[in-house]
């Protein structure tokens, strides 16, 4: 892909690396001097250190052939100017990050496709690394159901248990499913069967429709957090 | 809880919101005037406009009690300061937001909880919604596999089979799982059987034990992101 | 009307002048205190020290009831935020100032009515100016013609002529029509027959199909600026 | 002509855009480095660095020999200074950009060309954009009368009728005269006689002795702004 | 006297001083919060804090009954208009400072009163004060004439004379006179006569048709400054 | 002589042209590049680009062999640290200016010879300009006595007599002495004798044991100053 | 005491704390605001936000019935003019920071006490932490001479020995001598006597007339500091 | 020794003198370009202009075999990031400045050396300065006990007697020991005897074993700080 980078910020320079190293072509426009050049000498593309709300510096930037922009600068004025002129300038995947949520919409009305606040997602992590520390990562399906990992911890009423049995024993409800087991660090998670004993330390990826509730994972040994 | 969060910027502020949003007890502890007087005009919390690096000032945020504290200023080293203060203080539960990622280790070295570069996640979210725009959401399981939504294309080899045919004409691998199923914006997910007949429009929630490679979702009708 | 400004500066603080004067009720956005202080002070009118791309505060300003949007802001970007935000709270009449010239289309495929280019048009006044002192004031209609004020010159041709004569004389071209005669300070124009006598020192309004080159000035007496 | 520009900014630059297009010998005086690089690089003129109150600088700029000065920095004590400095090397035409009304009288006692109160200029046609927006363009001639630009609503009294019908019909007032008609974005207006039939969507130059009252505009078919 | 002073910076401080101690009613403009502030604090006077580039400023500060105004701003530009618009609001006595010499002539021509070049004032005083130390003020007369104070050296040819001596022997030359004579720090001068004798330490007043020469100073006992 | 100038400001500058175009060698010390610069381009001098508080800079300014020392800049802490190096590094003529008048006696019990209070200095001749506008120009002789330079109103007592007369109808005092008349803008001022007649218009020096107080002011006609 | 410390900055605070706390009444000069109120909360002591090169502000902090003024500001010059002007106002004692090493002379001069290069003083301790980490402190004594504290390390040579006896093996040269012994953390070091046995682990205070040399030091059993 | 020393400000410069001085190889690291060219030029060392909390910076500093690294900058915060970050480059000796009391703790709990209080020393110096003029140097030894350098005062009762002689007369107590005595700035200090005579004038090193209290010190004659 040909992919134009607005913004060589914190956001946008680690998605320059990403782009740069899965061997797409990048443009990055940066209206900072220093960054700019940080960014000139860390990554393989092309930099532009100019402003990237005139047309001029986007089709300077190649936009008439580009497969996809991304606007990243911390201005949600800014991302929408750029992707204005994006539209204007035909490129046909305009992604933009939005900081204010009531700009959410706003967006969405001009067809450009969003990264739903960043901070929010990076908050809602923060979070639940205190409220519930034994979820390592999770997201969200719909409005309830969630997909998370956790930990079997050492006097989990399922640990030392086969599914089997635990299905059986009722531990597990019927909206709960145990999509993979990572045991000892291994690379490839095991993909669990009735068979399959569940062991204290284990690090499952559970689904849940009804979410990350204490109930569905009081099972796994982490009772700590029923606030 | 009793949560302390050092920094209402712009992590510290949904941070924040979802804390007080759940009921919890929280002190926010902000240097900068303007932002501790917003923080303190939009949530139900104690604001201290004040220096967190100074022991006096997390003792006045009630460190003795806390069950945890929150770091999520944009300084690293202030963040450390403020981590290795509060271990000091005997908070029970410490996180931190850490920007450089040259920096994860040495918060690993003192005990501290980190939250993983948000930036690069938010990079990487923006990457995939051009790279691969079918895939809605992803996590990582592990060094390869992922769980990720992924929405069913019109011409999608898998639309208008069950989950068995598919099975039979060998359409889904043996390390692919179709987790669940959203259809028609219902609130609850259809948790899949042998039976369930995927539709085109359907939002699936996929397990891949090697990732979201171009031959495990092809079959849900995605070709253009080849790259 | 209801009308809401946004940026009380240059443009705004005149705008405001203008609008409460004719007996409008009006608000004020302004976002810098000093400017939204004075603002209040001279004009009687409500001024919300705020920031305009925020939904809160176009609702606020009682948007939902607003007749018309002006926004005046010395940037192009914040100006189309703020008008994607009034246009999604359905404010039936939209206007902004744009800045850089590129940008004008932006505006006008979303559906903003524009002000073209202020400083262009002061510019081309001060010009006229310098190039053809004795044009007072003008107004472009199409591509070429214009309608413009113009004194008459001591040794005009024109000068103790009536129109019929000026006429006969093929003094006045055909595409050249002289639509109103300003005479020692009156109020009102005199509107020109065949018998009426122009005078050196009339102030005439003209209109020229093809402009006010030399060939048609010349006439009124100013021969000075054929550069 | 040989002309000085003094400020390169918002005024200054399209003013310097206009008359080296106009073939003129333009020197620009501008102190920001910045943007004096930038006019040097866009422009095919002079462009000096430098503070234009200085004696030194004017003469190093050609004041001896231009033709005329035109001032317009956003300082109106920077312009008077320029001004007198300018009377005092004899420039024959000099003209400056006036930002607060109070200081016009100032401006015109030292003898100076004044463009009066861009800003206002600028805010009257926002103004009338919301308040008549049938009104394309317009000009005051002295203090009541007016000739507009308006087009023909698709309801309006007059579209359909010749211009002698709508006078029989007493449609449009003594002191009315319809100037010219552009239609279907012809480069070329049309002058209209007692034959030309005007229709709904042509877009009318207007002169009228009262101004654009409602009374007036209304034959043109726009009832909506009777505020 | 009613005095306006414009400016309470390094002049316009000791200038309020003056002229409150000398019992005259004072109003001072300044546009700077804190100047303002300490001025109101130190002296008996009314202090404006405000832009006195307005006409209504002036008013306020009562330009209308002022005996004068004087304007010490340190910009040449902000003195030249505060200075036309006295003169507008017929402030009868109007002086003020001027920084760059080549701006005088400007200030001179719209009939304004200057102190001509302060800094270059001090500076020739410092110079002397190298240059000729022996000599402690001094002021000239026309283009050559200067009026000096001296101190007597030890060795002066003059010390020990009566003046009549000193002029019989031609030590004075005919241009020279010596006007007064301070001793022993004595409140009053001696006005000299014939048979007053200059003595080693005295401090006289003299005026020299040619300037402050070596030729002349000689006689005082300074040879050191022949340069 | 070898003159160090530290400072190339409002005063020091004047004083370099000054004691340039007097033909000494100057080196200047000027800590602001842009100053540095500046006075390196205009005047025949070397220019230290340095801070001269260090002993460094001033012996590389050649303060072992320069004549004397000027410190204009305007901190007077920094003046007094420069002079106390200066008088380490034996200068054998070291003189300062000194902003605040408290600090007189500071610079006075060092031993430096200082410029009394610039800015008052100034401060007196603009009070006078508008308290005495007849006086043109003055000095103090001890602490009442003046000599001042003032010119003969066209209705004064003493025009159009001879100074005889003048002393015998009693118009001139005892302390008071006409020292010399500049008449018709000549070069040299004549020295009056008891046969000069005083003519209106003419310039005169005078020295007053009692200062230019109205009594003795009010013979040369100037009256309007009663205050 | 009756103390000034003038400057509330890093060395001026735990000078307050030390000053207040043994007792002394103390005032603080601090220009400020922001450390002013600091100190103010912090210290019972007067604290006067205002410059201290006012005369008036010493005489405000009591300069003329004060023992002594300490000055801490990190400017050497504003220190000089603190300094001088508390000598004229007869303060008794005088004590400075002096922060460039050049300027300890100048101070000198005048009759300032001084405190020797502070930064300087850190450095060396710094610098000895890690080239001789055994030496827990040091002073110099004269040019070479030095006392110091030691560890005794496992293997030194002294360990386990008496004085008595180290010195009949010529363990102590003539030029050293053993001043105190701390042993176990015990609040009062011993002195030791001939029968006094070292053991591995005190802490000696040890005098060497040539230094902290290898020479004396290895004794101590530290060796690994030969560089 | 191999030594990095991160910050050239006020108390890295001198370290860096120090160290280059003692023949190290030193490699500084400051982040200020101007501080970083300053110490390039004047100290015999490789100075890396970058940001000493990167691991990568810290390698280039060769971090791998440095002997030592000394955090000297004057932030808390930065010092213990860069000496975790030295701690994983397992860089042997790591020491650090600690400006705020309360984080010695911190610093001491990684296991980092610090230097304590450096502006708490330098304060103490000062405070007695003025408290006991008479000490001119001293060091804690434990908690009481003190080394300090004392003059010998004209009338002290000491003066003129042998130290036998003193013992004798119980003018020195048990816990005091007189360890060096320095007299007419000889270079090497006299190792006392009983039969050694004290001097008015002699600067003694004094041990006591319960500090420099006025008990101990007014035998070497000052009395004036009994406070």
Same mark, same amino acid.
């Given at each position: 892909?040909?992919?134009?980078?607005?913004?060589?910020?914190?956001?946008?320079?680690?998605?320059?690396?990403?782009?740069?190293?899965?061997?797409?072509?990048?443009?990055?426009?940066?209206?900072?001097?220093?960054?700019?050049?940080?960014?000139?000498?860390?990554?393989?593309?092309?930099?532009?250190?100019?402003?990237?709300?005139?047309?001029?510096?986007?089709?300077?930037?190649?936009?008439?052939?580009?497969?996809?922009?991304? /606007?990243?600068?911390?201005?949600?004025?800014?991302?929408? #100017?750029?992707?204005?002129?994006?539209?204007?300038?035909?490129?046909?995947?305009?992604?933009?990050?939005?900081?204010?949520?009531?700009? #959410?919409?706003?967006?969405?009305?001009?067809?450009?496709?969003?990264?739903?606040?960043?901070?929010?997602?990076?908050?809602?992590?923060?979070?639940?690394?205190?409220?519930?520390? /034994?979820?390592?990562?999770?997201?969200?399906?719909?409005?309830?159901?969630?997909?998370?990992?956790?930990?079997?911890?050492?006097?989990?009423?399922?640990?030392?248990?086969?599914?089997?049995?635990?299905?059986?024993?009722?531990?597990?409800?019927?909206?709960?499913?145990?999509?993979?087991?990572?045991?000892?660090?291994?690379?490839?998670?095991?993909?669990?069967?009735?068979?399959?004993?569940?062991?204290?330390?284990?690090?499952?990826?559970?689904?849940?429709?009804?979410?990350?509730?204490?109930?569905?994972?009081?099972?796994?040994?982490?009772?700590?957090?029923?606030?």
């Amino acid at each position: 892909m040909y992919v134009i980078v607005v913004g060589a910020g914190d956001i946008g320079t680690p998605l320059v690396d990403l782009a740069t190293d899965s061997g797409n072509e990048v443009v990055v426009i940066e209206r900072d001097e220093e960054r700019a050049e940080r960014a000139s000498r860390q990554y393989d593309c092309l930099v532009l250190n100019d402003d990237a709300t005139s047309k001029e510096t986007l089709q300077d930037a190649g936009a008439d052939r580009a497969d996809a922009l991304i /606007s990243t600068t911390d201005q949600d004025a800014t991302n929408i #100017m750029v992707c204005l002129l994006a539209q204007e300038l035909s490129v046909p995947n305009i992604v933009s990050v939005v900081h204010n949520p009531e700009h #959410m919409n706003v967006f969405e009305q001009i067809g450009v496709n969003t990264m739903q606040n960043p901070q929010s997602l990076i908050a809602e992590y923060l979070y639940r690394a205190v409220s519930r520390p /034994s979820i390592v990562d999770f997201m969200h399906i719909g409005e309830e159901a969630e997909v998370f990992e956790i930990t079997v911890g050492p006097d989990a009423p399922i640990a030392g248990k086969t599914l089997r049995e635990a299905d059986e024993e009722d531990l597990i409800g019927g909206q709960t499913l145990i999509v993979a087991v990572e045991r000892n660090g291994a690379d490839t998670p095991i993909t669990p069967r009735g068979t399959t004993r569940i062991e204290a330390g284990d690090l499952l990826t559970v689904y849940s429709g009804v979410g990350a509730t204490p109930e569905v994972t009081d099972v796994f040994g982490h009772t700590e957090d029923h606030d």
